[in-house]
């Protein structure tokens, strides 16, 4: 049987990605996307041969960065879409900007046909926070819960949940703390768990933080806990008091105070924005569209990043290895279209990563061949979009590997549940 250890796969995401990835819209998918993708891995499996790959601390990182690298450019491209799928469309889109986006970032979501709407100010005082239970910190190796079964609920604005747990002769109090954690965490009521521990590594704590932000009016908690039965229980881990309370966004709309549940609202049914801290006093955030050449010009500027995360992955792996297939794909596809994209403002450079000449680009999308500069950008968006869609399926198509067995052909049989969690492909370490 092969072993796939899939903890340095979770712990170097979570270190790396989880703290700043963030949600995006495109992320979500319909069932349609999500059998193609299905369809595409089993397609990918059925002819694959089993790889011996060569492994060492750096593959489970390349494997993480190209499948992150992979979404970005998913993401990019996906933002780019219009229903003619066209880049042209972007020149005449409104597109909003904020000129603080470390404090207010905005997107337009109105009707494009309206006209646009004058430029607003925005200030933020104070943004929306979770509710916080902060735990008592206990000695870690400490054997302050006796062996039995408790029960402690949990009261949110609209449902109670009950939770019983056991402890065991010998767990610590780091181990029910971490059980409850896990207990909170797969229960899906609103609140999320984590065990931290102090400066010195031997005691620790729960802390438990609402999903929600906000209280509305009337409103005096977004969870309570508590317990009859388990009360000293729960009244040692501490979980059952409030030690940050939840509270609402402050902001200003063109010097008007306003409030929100939430950091993300909509205005006007025409604004989708997100507060991210505060504005200085004196110098709110300008909310407005930007210019026709300037929307075009910073949507290559995304597809050229993308290409250069690439670039940028394939040659870090690259050291102490003996191909680097990636960055040859990635020159191939530059290479194909070079002298097209160079007329329109993208170049190469020495280390093989492209640069976005603003100026140029203006001048080719208004030009009188304004229409082959447009086709030229589409092919480089698709392209680019064909090279994520690949890697996503199966990021350690690039790492080093030594063919082990070729499937009998004629007689090849699907095998997507073998994949490995970096997608697509059998990693088997008792190799």
């Known amino acids: 049987m092969p072993i796939i250890h899939n903890a340095d796969v979770y712990n170097y995401y979570l270190s790396t990605y989880a703290p700043t990835a963030g949600t995006s819209k495109f992320d979500s998918h319909k069932k349609s996307e999500l059998k193609d993708v299905y369809s595409r891995i089993v397609k990918a499996s059925q002819d694959s041969p089993l790889y011996k790959i060569k492994m060492g601390s750096d593959v489970t990182k390349f494997a993480i960065d190209l499948k992150e690298s992979a979404r970005y450019t998913q993401n990019v491209v996906s933002s780019l879409q219009t229903e003619s799928e066209d880049m042209e469309s972007l020149f005449y889109k409104k597109i909003a900007t904020s000129s603080n986006d470390a404090a207010v970032e905005v997107e337009y979501i109105g009707n494009e046909e309206l006209p646009a709407t004058p430029t607003f100010k925005m200030g933020v005082k104070s943004l929306a926070k979770p509710q916080v239970n902060q735990g008592k910190f206990l000695p870690s190796l400490g054997h302050d819960f006796e062996e039995g079964s408790y029960e402690f609920d949990l009261d949110t604005g609209s449902n109670s949940f009950e939770f019983q747990f056991n402890v065991g002769e010998n767990d610590t109090n780091k181990d029910v703390q971490q059980k409850l954690a896990r207990l909170i965490n797969t229960s899906d009521v609103g609140v999320s768990a984590q065990v931290v521990d102090n400066d010195r590594g031997n005691a620790s704590a729960l802390v438990l933080t609402s ?156 030009g009188d061949d304004s229409r082959n500069a447009f086709n030229i950008l589409n092919r480089f968006k698709n392209a680019l979009s064909r090279q994520a869609d690949r890697t996503a399926i199966d990021p350690l198509n690039y790492a080093d590997k030594i063919t082990v067995e070729y499937k009998n052909p004629g007689k090849t049989y699907p095998a997507p549940y073998a994949t490995s969690r970096y997608a697509g492909l059998l990693v088997d370490q008792a190799l």
């Open 211 to 366: 999903k929600h932000t906000g209280l509305a009016e009337g409103e005096e908690y977004l969870f309570d806990i508590h317990s009859d039965e388990s009360w000293n229980e729960l009244h040692m881990l501490g979980i059952d008091e409030i030690t940050s309370p939840a509270s609402n966004s402050s902001f200003t709309l063109n010097g008007q105070e306003h409030s929100s549940l939430s950091n993300n609202f909509t205005i006007n049914q025409s604004f989708e924005v997100n507060l991210r801290g505060p504005t200085p006093e004196d110098d709110p955030a300008t909310i407005g569209f930007k210019t026709n050449t300037d929307a075009v010009a910073d949507s290559v500027d995304s597809l050229v990043k993308a290409y250069n995360n690439f670039i940028t992955i394939g040659s870090r792996y690259s050291q102490g290895h003996a191909t680097n297939l990636l960055n040859l794909d990635m020159a191939r596809l530059y290479r194909g279209m070079s002298g097209d994209l160079e007329s329109v403002g993208v170049e190469s450079v020495e280390d093989g990563t492209l640069t976005l000449d603003r100026e140029k680009i203006a001048s080719a999308v208004t």
